[in-house]
C-alpha cells in the first residue's frame, strides 16, 4: 500500500503547491486558485508553476472553515494573488462560494501520500483527534493525484489473518471487521454508504519440510489469538483441493473467516471522502524534505 507518515507541525516550512479541490470539484469560475506560502509541518511541499491563467479568477475574501487566527488577511492573500497575475493585478471580485477550500497556514500533523494507508492515517487522526472544544488539524500531501504509480490502486486488495507477529493478527483481524460494517464507519450523511466489494476467501500457505515447524509454531499462535485456521496435511489437502500437486509439501495452512479480497480503489474513495468531510486538508503536491 501506500506509504505515509505523519509529523507534529512544530516548526515552520515553505510550501509551494497548488491546492487540490475536494471530491473532485471544478474550480468556479476561474481554472487558477492562489498559491499559499506559509506553515504547514515540518515538510517542503512543492509542485511543478502553475499553468497559465485562463478565464476570471474569483477574489478569496475569506479562509473558510479555517480556525480563527490562522488565515491570512486579506492584503496578504490579494498580494499573493497579484504576484501570480500577468498584469500584477487581482480581477474583479466575483464571490468565493464555489472556490475550493485553502489548507491553514498551521498545522497539527502532516500525512505523506494518499493511498490507502495515507487515507486511513487521516481518518483516524480526524477521528481520535477531534474533540467539542478542539478540532485537530490534519493535512495530507499527494504527489501521484492521479494515482498512476499507487500501489493501493495496483494491488489485488488482499486481507489476511495469517502473520507471526500478534500486532500484525491484530490490525489484519481488525481490518476485516471494518471492512465487514465499513457503512457504520465510513458513511457520510445525507450520501449512499461506500461499497468496497469484500468476497470472503480464505489464503492457502504451504510448506516444504524445511519450513513445516516454522508453520506448526504459527498455527499455534494464530490459535492462541483466536484465529479461525486449519492446519492440513498432505492427504487433506488433497482432499479438499483435489487440483493441487501436493509434491514438496509437508502441510498447509488455510484460513476460514476475516480473509479474502476487496476493491482497493473504492476502499481509498471511501477513506478520502469521509476524511475530507471530517475537515482533513488535501494537497495536491511533492515532499521533498
Known amino acids: 500500500m501506500s506509504w505515509a507518515i505523519a509529523v507534529a507541525a512544530s516548526s515552520a516550512v515553505r510550501a509551494t503547491a497548488r491546492p487540490a479541490t475536494p471530491f473532485g470539484r471544478l474550480l468556479q469560475p476561474g481554472r487558477v486558485a492562489p498559491k499559499p506560502a506559509g506553515r504547514l509541518g515540518e515538510a517542503v511541499v512543492s509542485s511543478p508553476s502553475p499553468p497559465p491563467l485562463a478565464g476570471p479568477v474569483c477574489r478569496l475574501s475569506s479562509w473558510r472553515r479555517t480556525p480563527a487566527g490562522v488565515g491570512d488577511a486579506w492584503d496578504s492573500v490579494r498580494t499573493k494573488v497579484a504576484a501570480l497575475l500577468p498584469e500584477g493585478d487581482v480581477p474583479t471580485v466575483c464571490g468565493d462560494a464555489n472556490l475550493p477550500e485553502l489548507p491553514p497556514e498551521e498545522t497539527d500533523v502532516v500525512v505523506v501520500g494518499g493511498g490507502v494507508m495515507g487515507w486511513s492515517t487521516a481518518y483516524w487522526l480526524a477521528r481520535k483527534g477531534t474533540t467539542l472544544r478542539k478540532r485537530q488539524r490534519v493535512l495530507l500531501v499527494e504527489k501521484d493525484p492521479q494515482y498512476k504509480r499507487a500501489s493501493s490502486v495496483l494491488a489485488v486488495g488482499g486481507i489476511r489473518q495469517q502473520f507471526s507477529l500478534p500486532e500484525n493478527i491484530h490490525m489484519?483481524?481488525?481490518?476485516?471487521?471494518?471492512?465487514?460494517?465499513?457503512?457504520?464507519?465510513?458513511?457520510?450523511?445525507?450520501?449512499?454508504?461506500?461499497?468496497?466489494?469484500?468476497?470472503?476467501?480464505?489464503?492457502?500457505?504451504?510448506?516444504?519440510?524445511?519450513?513445516?515447524?516454522?508453520?506448526?509454531?504459527?498455527?499455534?499462535?494464530?490459535?492462541?489469538?483466536?484465529?479461525?485456521?486449519?492446519?492440513?496435511?498432505?492427504?487433506?489437502?488433497?482432499?479438499?483441493?483435489?487440483?493441487?500437486?501436493?509434491?514438496?509439501?509437508?502441510?498447509?495452512?488455510?484460513?476460514?473467516?476475516?480473509?479474502?479480497?476487496?476493491?482497493?480503489?473504492?476502499?481509498?474513495?471511501?477513506?478520502r471522502r469521509k476524511a475530507l468531510s471530517m475537515g482533513v486538508y488535501y494537497y495536491s503536491g511533492e515532499v521533498t524534505g
Request: with cysteine; charged share 25%; glycine share 6%.
Open 172 to 271: 489484519s483481524m481488525y481490518g476485516a471487521f471494518f471492512l465487514r460494517n465499513i457503512k457504520d464507519h465510513l458513511t457520510i450523511p445525507g450520501e449512499d454508504p461506500p461499497e468496497v466489494f469484500f468476497n470472503p476467501s480464505g489464503y492457502l500457505m504451504l510448506a516444504s519440510e524445511k519450513e513445516a515447524a516454522a508453520m506448526e509454531e504459527k498455527h499455534r499462535n494464530l490459535l492462541r489469538e483466536k484465529c479461525k485456521v486449519d492446519l492440513l496435511s498432505p492427504t487433506q489437502l488433497k482432499t479438499k483441493f483435489p487440483w493441487i500437486n501436493t509434491e514438496g509439501i509437508a502441510l498447509a495452512t488455510y484460513g476460514l473467516e476475516n480473509e479474502g479480497w476487496f476493491d482497493p480503489w473504492a476502499l481509498l474513495q471511501a477513506l
